[in-house]
């Protein structure tokens, strides 16, 4: 009567033969390596630009909203925004709206600043004081615009990190004149580094007191209503932001005569979030697919192989039978040198993957983003692909006849 073999001793031999044959073993886990380490890196790449997306937008603050002119169909279609929002709307939010805090109009223009015999072209904003609490900005050096600056339209200006290093990389920046077109400005502060939200540098920009703005950059003739960029609006807590946007929305369509279209549109971060984790999510299920194929292509290879070495362990297999070894212990040593390839190659993959990630993350801006749980994750289903591609080979091995095999020695 044959006894069923313990497992140990199965591993064993398992282990022994593919020791035995090294270079198949290697070529075999290639496929299941190169997979493995393709979901793994693609996946961290995904997740890597999904929280650098994040991470941009919460510089904006969480409870911040954008209230920006024209509908979305003049957006799509890239066309400039039309002057729908006036100076007296931002004012009218600040003053009737219960739900928010502090209210920023902006205007911005692209402009060329100069500092002696250097200039670079910068988005320059008129602003007021509120900007900085409301956008979680910080001086580095001097100071921000005051009150006094905006009742008084003087010509001062705080700069960015970046462009300040590029108009006066040498000494203090702070008393110094820029200009911007034929107006001479004196620099007030310098701002603490912010980064960049969506490819657009936040460093590199001037702030300017937005009577300024109005009344020497910009040609705007204030009787006939200032037309602004958008307006920066900062609810009173995270929870306020839904009731903000409606009260906005409402305020502005009464102020707007408008019944149908809205030539406006108001945009809370957590919009911006969820269309980026979207966009972002979806990116990452499709490159964890592209990875999923090369996982699949792996483990064809290993069945093939597998397949290939039943024909050449033929004899091999007649002779265990012949001495008393059982059709589920063959089973089982074809089904542990399957799920020890595609383990092996899974790990080394999981591996290989890692050491790309942490590669892009130190040559490009994107943070290297993979967990623990994916890495396990990716390689149990590694172990399950072999498992599942090792059964057509085993079950071949399991029922060959002791006699047939034998025939070939």
């Known amino acids: 009567m044959a006894l069923k073999l313990p497992l140990g001793e199965t591993v064993a031999m398992a282990l022994t033969t593919l020791k035995a044959n090294r270079l198949r073993s290697l070529l075999t886990m290639l496929g299941i390596v190169i997979g493995n380490a393709s979901v793994i890196t693609l996946v961290g790449i995904g997740k890597g630009a999904q929280n650098l997306a994040e991470g941009q937008l919460n510089t904006l603050g969480a409870n911040v909203l954008f209230v920006v002119p024209g509908n979305n169909d003049t957006r799509r279609q890239g066309i400039d925004f039309p002057k729908t929002l006036v100076l007296e709307d931002a004012k009218a939010i600040a003053e009737q709206v219960p739900s928010v805090r502090r209210v920023v109009p902006q205007i911005t223009l692209n402009e060329v600043v100069q500092a002696g015999a250097r200039s670079s072209s910068s988005s320059v904003s008129g602003i007021t004081p509120e900007f900085l609490p409301v956008r979680r900005f910080e001086v580095a050096q001097g100071r921000f615009l005051g009150q006094e600056d905006l009742e008084s339209a003087r010509n001062v200006v705080v700069v960015g990190p970046d462009l300040r290093n590029k108009l006066m990389p040498v000494g203090s920046a702070l008393g110094r004149s820029l200009r911007i077109r034929d107006q001479s400005f004196t620099v007030i502060g310098v701002l603490k580094p912010k980064g960049a939200v969506f490819g657009s540098n936040q460093d590199e920009n001037a702030y300017i007191p937005i009577t300024t703005m109005i009344s020497k950059l910009s040609g705007r003739d204030p009787t006939y209503g200032v037309s602004l960029s958008f307006i920066s609006v ?6 306020s932001t839904g009731a903000a946007k409606f009260q906005i929305s409402n305020l502005l369509r009464q102020r707007h005569s408008i019944l149908r279209d809205d030539d406006f549109a108001v945009r809370s971060q ?4 969820s269309i980026v984790g979207t966009i972002t999510g979806g990116l990452t299920l499709m490159l964890a697919a592209i990875g999923s194929i090369s996982l699949l292509v792996g483990g064809i290879g290993i069945m093939n192989i597998m397949l290939v070495s039943v024909s050449e362990r033929t004899a091999e297999i007649g002779l265990r039978k012949a001495v008393g070894a059982r059709s589920s212990d063959v089973m089982a040593q074809f089904l542990v040198e399957s799920l020890v390839l595609s383990s ?66």
Request: zero cysteines.
């Open 270 to 273: 957590k919009d911006a979030l």
């Open 234 to 239: 900062e609810a009173r807590d995270d929870n």
């Open 344 to 409: 092996l190659g899974g790990i080394v993959g999981s591996a290989i993957g890692l050491g790309a990630i942490t590669a892009v993350a130190s040559f490009t801006a994107l943070p290297a983003a993979i967990g623990l749980s994916s890495v396990v994750v990716t390689v149990a289903v590694s172990g399950s692909i072999g498992l599942f591609f090792g059964v057509v080979p085993a079950r071949r091995a399991a029922r060959l006849d002791p006699i047939t095999a034998l025939r070939s020695l």
